[in-house]
C-alpha cells in the first residue's frame, strides 16, 4: 500500500497464494507442527523442482509476504481510525461501566493529591463538580468523606457546613494573602468548622508580620490544645510589601504573640511539617519525622534576605525525633554567621536533601553545616540551579559544605547513598573535597550535564575515594562515560575486583558505550534512553 495514500491495491496472484494459504491453516483448524514448510506445502513448492521453477516459488512467496505488511498496514489504519471515531463514546463506555467501588478509590485517590493554590481566587470544589457530572457520580460522591475533606475560608457557612457533616476529619484552609484587617475574620470561620482535635491537616498563608499575628490569633481564639489528630502542618509567609518598616526584619521572623501562641499549640501525632519563609522558635511535635524549609525570594526582585539562623537552630533542637529534612535556598544570604562551637544534635536524622538557587551566599550553607550534627545520616542529595543573571557560584557552595568547618575537616563518614544534580554550567567542581567528605558511598548518583565529571580512576586508586561503590546512576553528564566511568571498570575488572560492583544505571549514552558496558557488566547495566 502505497505510504501516501488510503487505497488498499493487492495483485491478485498474491491474493490468491494468500487465499491458498489460509484455506490449509482452516483445514488444520488453524494449527500447523511445521512453520517453516507451511506455505511450501500448501503451494506445491519443493526443493528438488527445476530451477526456474523454485525461482517461481520464491516469487509467489515474496508476494505473499509483501500481500500480508500491506494488509497489516491496513489494518492498523482501520484500528486508528475506528479509535479516533469511538474515542469519547468509548471513554464514557468505559468510565460508566467501572463498579462504583472502583470509581469511589479514583475519588479518593484525586482528592488525597489535590491542593489548594496560594493566591488564587475562588474556585468551585472539585466535589462539587464531581456530584453535577450525573447522578451516579453525585450518588458516588455523597458517600466517599475524602472529597469533602478540604475546607477553605472563603467556602460559604452553608458549605462549610455540608462538609462538616460528610467529613468528620478536615484538611483545613487558612489562606489571608490579601491585607488582613481583622482577627474576627479568621475566629468566625473556625468557630464554623469541627474542633481542632478532630483536623488532620493545617495549612495557613498570609503576608508579613502583622498577618501572621492575625491568622493566628484568629485561630487561637477557637482552638485548644493539643491538636490530636493532625499529621501535617504547612505555614507559608508571603512577605512583607517592598518598602514597609518590616522590610528591614528578616522575613522568617514572628512577631513575640505568634510566638507565644505556636508555644503553646501541641501536635502529638504530627509527622509532616513545611515552612515557608517563618522559623518558629520551637513546635512540642514529638512525633515529627519530615520537614520542609524553604526558603523563597519575596517578589519578583532578586533581592538577597537575610535569614534568622539562630531561630532555626532553636527550632531544629526542639524536633529530636526528625528523620528527614530538605532545605531550599533561594537567594539566601545570613544574618548571624557565627553561633559558636555548640551544634544541634539530630539523633534521628537519616535523610537530607539541600536545594541552593540564585544568589545565595555560600555563608548560608557553611553556617547550616555549622550549626548541625548528623551522626546516622544515611542519605544526602545535593541540588543547584540559577540563571547566569543570578552568577550562581555551585563552586563555592560545594565547598562551603564539604572543604571545612569550625572543627577543622568536615566527613559524613554515615553517608551511604548520595545525589548531585545541576542545571547549571561551569568549568569543574570540587569532587576531590566532595568525595573525601563521604567515605562510606555505595550508591551514588550524579545529573551534571553543564561540567565535566570526576576523575572517578584517580579517586578511587590515588585518593581512595569511593572504596565501597556498589551502584552508580548517571544522567546526562557529558563523556563521563567513555572518559571516566569505562576506564574505572576496566581496571577493577583487570584488578579482580568488579565482582563487587552491582548495577549502573545510564540515562542517555552513545551506542558505543552502551556496547562496552554491557560486555564488562552484563545483566549488571540498565540502560535508558
Given at each position: 500500500?502505497?505510504?501516501?495514500?488510503?487505497?488498499?491495491?493487492?495483485?491478485?496472484?498474491?491474493?490468491?497464494?494468500?487465499?491458498?494459504?489460509?484455506?490449509?491453516?482452516?483445514?488444520?483448524?488453524?494449527?500447523?507442527?511445521?512453520?517453516?514448510?507451511?506455505?511450501?506445502?500448501?503451494?506445491?513448492?519443493?526443493?528438488?523442482?527445476?530451477?526456474?521453477?523454485?525461482?517461481?516459488?520464491?516469487?509467489?512467496?515474496?508476494?505473499?509476504?509483501?500481500?500480508?505488511?500491506?494488509?497489516?498496514?491496513?489494518?492498523?489504519?482501520?484500528?486508528?481510525?475506528?479509535?479516533?471515531?469511538?474515542?469519547?463514546?468509548?471513554?464514557?463506555?468505559?468510565?460508566?461501566?467501572?463498579?462504583?467501588?472502583?470509581?469511589?478509590?479514583?475519588?479518593?485517590?484525586?482528592?488525597?493529591?489535590?491542593?489548594?493554590?496560594?493566591?488564587?481566587?475562588?474556585?468551585?470544589?472539585?466535589?462539587?463538580?464531581?456530584?453535577?457530572?450525573?447522578?451516579?457520580?453525585?450518588?458516588?460522591?455523597?458517600?466517599?468523606?475524602?472529597?469533602?475533606?478540604?475546607?477553605?475560608?472563603?467556602?460559604?457557612?452553608?458549605?462549610?457546613?455540608?462538609?462538616?457533616?460528610?467529613?468528620?476529619?478536615?484538611?483545613?484552609?487558612?489562606?489571608?494573602?490579601?491585607?488582613?484587617?481583622?482577627?474576627?475574620?479568621?475566629?468566625?470561620?473556625?468557630?464554623?468548622?469541627?474542633?481542632?482535635?478532630?483536623?488532620?491537616?493545617?495549612?495557613?498563608?498570609?503576608?508579613?508580620?502583622?498577618?501572621?499575628?492575625?491568622?493566628?490569633?484568629?485561630?487561637?481564639?477557637?482552638?485548644?490544645?493539643?491538636?490530636?489528630?493532625?499529621?501535617?502542618?504547612?505555614?507559608?509567609?508571603?512577605?512583607?510589601?517592598?518598602?514597609?518598616?518590616?522590610?528591614?526584619?528578616?522575613?522568617?521572623?514572628?512577631?513575640?504573640?505568634?510566638?507565644?501562641?505556636?508555644?503553646?499549640?501541641?501536635?502529638?501525632?504530627?509527622?509532616?511539617?513545611?515552612?515557608?519563609?517563618?522559623?518558629?522558635?520551637?513546635?512540642?511535635?514529638?512525633?515529627?519525622?519530615?520537614?520542609?524549609?524553604?526558603?523563597?525570594?519575596?517578589?519578583?526582585?532578586?533581592?538577597?534576605?537575610?535569614?534568622?539562623?539562630?531561630?532555626?537552630?532553636?527550632?531544629?533542637?526542639?524536633?529530636?525525633?526528625?528523620?528527614?529534612?530538605?532545605?531550599?535556598?533561594?537567594?539566601?544570604?545570613?544574618?548571624?554567621?557565627?553561633?559558636?562551637?555548640?551544634?544541634?544534635?539530630?539523633?534521628?536524622?537519616?535523610?537530607?536533601?539541600?536545594?541552593?538557587?540564585?544568589?545565595?551566599?555560600?555563608?548560608?550553607?557553611?553556617?547550616?553545616?555549622n550549626a548541625i550534627d548528623m551522626p546516622i545520616l544515611a542519605?544526602?542529595?545535593?541540588?543547584?540551579?540559577?540563571?547566569?543573571?543570578?552568577?550562581?557560584?555551585?563552586?563555592?557552595?560545594?565547598?562551603?559544605?564539604?572543604?571545612?568547618?569550625?572543627?577543622?575537616?568536615?566527613?559524613?563518614?554515615?553517608?551511604?547513598?548520595?545525589?548531585?544534580?545541576?542545571?547549571?554550567?561551569?568549568?569543574?567542581?570540587?569532587?576531590?573535597?566532595?568525595?573525601?567528605?563521604?567515605?562510606?558511598?555505595?550508591?551514588?548518583?550524579?545529573?551534571?550535564?553543564?561540567?565535566?565529571?570526576?576523575?572517578?580512576?584517580?579517586?578511587?586508586?590515588?585518593?581512595?575515594?569511593?572504596?565501597?561503590?556498589?551502584?552508580?546512576?548517571?544522567?546526562?553528564?557529558?563523556?563521563?562515560?567513555?572518559?571516566?566511568?569505562?576506564?574505572?571498570?576496566?581496571?577493577?575488572?583487570?584488578?579482580?575486583?568488579?565482582?563487587?560492583?552491582?548495577?549502573?544505571?545510564?540515562?542517555?549514552?552513545?551506542?558505543?558505550?552502551k556496547d562496552v558496558c554491557e560486555i564488562l557488566l552484563g545483566?549488571?547495566?540498565?540502560?535508558?534512553?
Amino acid at each position: 500500500m502505497p505510504k501516501d495514500s488510503n487505497t488498499l491495491r493487492i495483485g491478485i496472484p498474491a491474493l490468491d497464494s494468500l487465499l491458498v494459504g489460509l484455506k490449509c491453516l482452516r483445514e488444520e483448524s488453524g494449527q500447523c507442527l511445521d512453520a517453516a514448510s507451511f506455505w511450501l506445502n500448501c503451494l506445491g513448492i519443493s526443493a528438488e523442482d527445476s530451477v526456474h521453477d523454485v525461482q517461481k516459488g520464491f516469487a509467489h512467496l515474496k508476494e505473499a509476504r509483501k500481500a500480508l505488511d500491506m494488509l497489516a498496514e491496513s489494518i492498523d489504519l482501520s484500528v486508528r481510525r475506528l479509535s479516533q471515531l469511538t474515542e469519547t463514546a468509548m471513554l464514557s463506555s468505559g468510565i460508566a461501566n467501572l463498579p462504583d467501588e472502583l470509581l469511589a478509590r479514583i475519588f479518593e485517590i484525586y482528592a488525597e493529591n489535590h491542593q489548594i493554590s496560594m493566591g488564587t481566587e475562588y474556585h468551585k470544589p472539585s466535589s462539587m463538580v464531581l456530584a453535577s457530572v450525573c447522578q451516579r457520580f453525585r450518588n458516588i460522591t455523597l458517600h466517599v468523606p475524602a472529597l469533602w475533606e478540604i475546607v477553605s475560608h472563603d467556602y460559604c457557612s452553608e458549605h462549610v457546613l455540608m462538609r462538616k457533616e460528610r467529613c468528620p476529619n478536615p484538611r483545613v484552609y487558612v489562606h489571608y494573602i490579601d491585607e488582613l484587617e481583622e482577627v474576627e475574620l479568621v475566629s468566625e470561620y473556625i468557630e464554623e468548622l469541627h474542633p481542632n482535635d478532630k483536623w488532620k491537616e493545617l495549612d495557613i498563608c498570609y503576608s508579613g508580620l502583622k498577618g501572621g499575628q492575625l491568622v493566628l490569633e484568629g485561630i487561637s481564639e477557637n482552638v485548644q490544645s493539643p491538636f490530636e489528630a493532625l499529621k501535617s502542618l504547612s505555614i507559608f509567609n508571603l512577605g512583607n510589601e517592598i518598602g514597609t518598616e518590616e522590610e528591614i526584619l528578616p522575613p522568617t521572623q514572628l512577631t513575640e504573640v505568634s510566638h507565644q501562641i505556636l508555644d503553646t499549640w501541641s501536635f502529638p501525632v504530627l509527622t509532616s511539617l513545611t515552612l515557608t519563609n517563618v522559623i518558629p522558635r520551637r513546635l512540642l511535635s514529638p512525633n515529627l519525622k519530615s520537614m520542609s524549609l524553604n526558603f523563597q525570594t519575596i517578589g519578583d526582585d532578586q533581592i538577597s534576605y537575610n535569614w534568622d539562623f539562630a531561630s532555626l537552630k532553636d527550632l531544629l533542637g526542639s524536633l529530636a525525633t526528625l528523620s528527614s529534612l530538605y532545605i531550599s535556598f533561594f537567594a539566601a544570604d545570613v544574618l548571624t554567621p557565627d553561633f559558636g562551637s555548640r551544634r544541634v544534635v539530630l539523633p534521628n536524622l537519616s535523610a537530607l536533601s539541600i536545594d541552593v538557587h540564585g544568589q545565595t551566599n555560600p555563608q548560608v550553607l557553611s553556617t547550616l553545616m555549622n550549626a548541625i550534627d548528623m551522626p546516622i545520616l544515611a542519605k544526602f542529595e545535593i541540588g543547584m540551579s540559577g540563571s547566569a543573571e543570578d552568577q550562581p557560584e555551585p563552586d563555592a557552595w560545594l565547598r562551603a559544605l564539604f572543604d571545612t568547618s569550625i572543627q577543622g575537616a568536615r566527613t559524613f563518614p554515615t553517608v551511604q547513598e548520595f545525589h548531585i544534580r545541576s542545571e547549571i554550567e561551569g568549568p569543574k567542581l570540587p569532587y576531590t573535597a566532595m568525595f573525601g567528605a563521604l567515605p562510606s558511598i555505595q550508591k551514588l548518583s550524579m545529573s551534571l550535564p553543564g561540567f565535566s565529571g570526576p576523575k572517578l580512576k584517580q579517586l578511587v586508586f590515588r585518593k581512595k575515594s569511593l572504596q565501597n561503590l556498589r551502584k552508580l546512576h548517571i544522567r546526562d553528564c557529558n563523556s563521563l562515560l567513555s572518559h571516566s566511568i569505562i576506564p574505572l571498570l576496566q581496571d577493577l575488572k583487570e584488578r579482580g575486583d568488579l565482582g563487587d560492583f552491582e548495577l549502573l544505571e545510564v540515562e542517555t549514552g552513545s551506542k558505543e558505550d552502551k556496547d562496552v558496558c554491557e560486555i564488562l557488566l552484563g545483566e549488571r547495566l540498565l540502560w535508558k534512553q
